[in-house]
């Protein structure tokens, strides 16, 4: 199978990772997206503010790779403070709508002790199908 590194332009080099793969069937695995901007700053320290960058940041991923927030199929989000996402539920589907649309593809939570980069308060992964090359 030929895969395809994925990196949006004008981004920092991702070291260690990759941000995105593309499989030769059109599948597009998107690296976990943290709430830092292209140039690797955290800008927000909200939950809020970094969960619409790392949306922002996924979807930069997908239109790199010639997709859309349409082909997401699969999220899986990693939250380190529970309560936080349970109080901002509205807002958490206001903010997800406004950057990914009315997509809604299969997602899970988890909830975890810490995230590699220390200002992080969530991360996301996906998964995408962007249709055969």
């Given at each position: 199978m030929n895969n395809t590194v994925i990196h949006p332009e004008g981004w920092a080099?991702?070291?260690?990772y990759?941000?995105?793969?593309?499989g030769g069937d059109g599948?597009?695995?998107?690296?976990?997206q943290i709430g830092w901007t292209a140039d690797q700053?955290?800008?927000?320290?909200?939950?809020?503010g970094q969960m619409e960058q790392v949306l922002r940041n996924i979807l930069a991923v997908l239109e790199a790779a010639g997709g859309t927030a349409e082909d997401l199929v699969r999220l899986t989000w990693f939250v380190k403070d529970k309560k936080e996402y349970m109080?901002?539920?509205g807002q958490i589907g206001q903010t997800y709508r406004r950057v990914?649309?009315?997509?809604?593809?299969?997602?899970?939570?988890?909830v975890v002790a810490?995230?590699?980069?220390?200002e992080a308060l969530l991360e996301v992964e996906g998964t995408a199908f962007l249709g055969e090359k």
């Open positions: 080099p991702a070291k260690g990759a941000n995105g793969v593309l599948t597009l695995y998107i690296g976990g700053v955290f800008v927000e320290h909200s939950f809020i109080a901002n539920q990914l649309g009315r997509n809604f593809p299969a997602m899970s939570l988890v810490d995230l590699l980069e220390d």
